[in-house]
């Protein structure tokens, strides 16, 4: 089993012990929301890529990703944050497209799969440029969807008659990995400036939560 859909596993486990409530509170998810994704990616994973013409999608790697995106997209509690959760995808996107040029596209020459350290950035850079929650996981989720897209452009660009595979061959452990680090770490540091720069709990959330699971 990889790494994406262990991880799922244990976002599904937290999940039903209630460990991510503030965080998922925050999102403007519940925990049956947040399990019936967890879930679809689960399972999404497992079936068969859809295919439009020169381009695959993975279900749970991209398909179920991205309608979470949305769905978050507009439940963000200001015009500003929906924009900045584009600008942040945008970047991320861009930031592993960089770093897919450095990096060799086999696994078999590397002594890790590089989808966990896109993973890995994504989440980091989408959390330094989104900033709240939701915009943090749409950057990390957009930002690897995008970073595929962008290199597939460029293949065609130059000639190359490959498919454009969305989610797939791996991917799905950079997209879980990316989203997860980035409200993982966004939640992490902010509560630490939160704390320090306010000096009390329940100190409001660029999210528009306050502690305490209430929401704006």
């Given amino acids: 089993m990889s790494i994406?859909?262990?991880l799922l596993l244990v976002l599904a486990?937290?999940?039903?012990f209630g460990v991510l409530q503030r965080v998922l509170d925050r999102m403007a998810l519940t925990d049956r929301q947040a399990l019936i994704g967890v879930a679809a990616?689960?399972?999404?994973?497992?079936?068969?890529?859809?295919t439009f013409g020169m381009v695959t999608v993975n279900?749970?790697?991209?398909?179920?990703?991205?309608?979470?995106?949305?769905?978050?997209?507009?439940?963000?509690?200001?015009?500003k944050e929906r924009v900045r959760s584009l600008v942040a995808s945008a970047l991320t996107a861009a930031a592993i497209y960089i770093i897919g040029l450095y990096f060799p596209a086999d696994p078999v020459t590397m002594p890790f799969d590089p989808m966990i350290l896109y993973g890995v950035a994504g989440g980091a850079i989408a959390w330094l440029?989104?900033?709240?929650?939701?915009?943090?996981?749409?950057?990390?989720?957009?930002?690897?969807?995008?970073?595929?897209?962008?290199?597939?452009?460029?293949?065609?660009?130059?000639?190359?008659?490959?498919?454009?595979?969305?989610?797939?061959?791996?991917?799905l452990d950079a997209v879980v990995l990316s989203g997860?680090?980035?409200?993982?770490?966004?939640?992490?540091?902010?509560?630490?400036?939160?704390?320090?720069?306010?000096?009390?709990a329940d100190a409001p959330h660029e999210d528009g939560a306050i502690e305490g699971g209430q929401r704006a």
């Fill in 13 to 16: 486990l937290l999940i039903l």
């Fill in 41 to 50: 990616i689960f399972i999404g994973g497992w079936l068969p890529d859809l």
């Fill in 59 to 79: 279900i749970g790697g991209a398909l179920i990703p991205l309608i979470l995106c949305v769905y978050l997209f507009f439940h963000a509690g200001t015009a």
């Fill in 180 to 200: 997860v680090i980035a409200v993982l770490l966004c939640e992490l540091f902010g509560e630490i400036m939160e704390r320090i720069t306010t000096g009390r």
């Fill in 129 to 171: 440029l989104g900033r709240s929650r939701r915009s943090a996981f749409i950057a990390g989720i957009l930002g690897v969807v995008l970073a595929d897209v962008i290199s597939g452009v460029m293949l065609w660009s130059q000639g190359v008659n490959q498919a454009l595979r969305l989610g797939g061959a791996g991917a």
């Fill in 4 to 6: 994406g859909m262990i």
